[in-house]
């Protein structure tokens, strides 16, 4: 049974549900969202917008499932580039209720399958809080690499802060 899914619009309400429960669970991890960010309204505008990007082939917008038809977090293939570079970058999340379970290990390489396979890409990088050794567990268990730090690279949780980069590269190219 696979691990992940193309979202819709209509996962709004449910994952609008999943991220409320989530909120301080993720709020480490994540930049600051208000209010309005947990509720269905704004979630299917996301999915919605996400699904667009889909169509015009620069995202991969999944669902991460837990065993079942149920979302149990999201993983994201962002800014493919096509050309010379065939790159991307993946981010992911799974529930507080999912989390050690082997269900983000197994839905990053899934979807790292799918992006070397089906969307033909040579490298998906990927960016880990030097802290967030959960994650970086999950890059090495599929084979990413760490290849550098960047000061100041994104803002999560209010603060810019430093991210160790890792990468794998589709080495069937």
């Known amino acids: 049974m696979p691990t992940t899914r193309l979202v819709t619009p209509e996962d709004a309400p449910e994952l609008a549900e999943l991220l409320r429960g989530n909120r301080e669970f993720l709020a480490p991890w994540e930049p ?32 991460v499932l837990d065993g079942t038809d149920r979302i149990a977090g999201r993983i994201t293939v962002n800014g493919i580039v096509r050309g010379a570079f065939l790159s991307a970058t993946v981010g992911y999340w799974v529930s507080r209720s999912h989390n050690g379970r082997g269900l983000a290990t197994e839905a990053v390489a899934e979807t790292v399958r799918t992006a070397f396979a089906d969307l033909g890409l040579h490298r998906i990088e990927a960016a ?25 690279y994104l803002r999560i949780a209010g603060h810019w802060q430093e991210h160790i980069l890792y990468q794998v590269l589709n080495t069937r190219m």
Not at 128 to 152: E, K, M
């Open 32 to 63: 600051e969202r208000d209010d309005s960010y947990f509720t269905a309204a704004t979630q299917r505008t996301l999915l919605e917008r996400a699904r667009a990007e889909h169509a015009a082939g620069r995202m991969l917008p999944l669902a």
């Open 128 to 152: 880990t809080l030097p802290h967030n050794t959960a994650s970086q567990r999950v890059l090495l268990r599929n084979g990413f690499t760490a290849y550098g730090r960047a000061p100041q």
